[in-house]
């Protein structure tokens, strides 16, 4: 769990346009059903990569309803 989620950051802080690792990385970090899950999507929804965005969003769909990543998604 901890090297996806260093790896996530990682991608994040590089923000490239185009990705094409991030979005496998998120979704296996996903799987791991970890408490800041949530947390993790919302700062991934602000990547520049649209691939990624849209898993994110798939991803946030799947989590309990709450105005944080409602707020997110709007944004």
Not at 17 to 44: G, I, W
Not at 47 to 71: I, K, S, Y
């Amino acid at each position: 769990k901890a090297d996806t989620l260093d790896y996530i950051k990682t991608r994040l802080a590089a923000n490239s346009a185009q990705d094409r690792t991030l979005s496998a990385a998120l979704t296996a970090y996903a799987a791991f059903k970890t408490d800041d899950l949530p947390h993790v999507l919302r700062e991934a929804l602000r990547h520049r990569d649209a691939v990624a965005r849209a898993t994110v969003a798939g991803l946030l769909a799947n989590q309990p309803a709450g105005a944080e990543n409602t707020q997110a998604l709007i944004k």
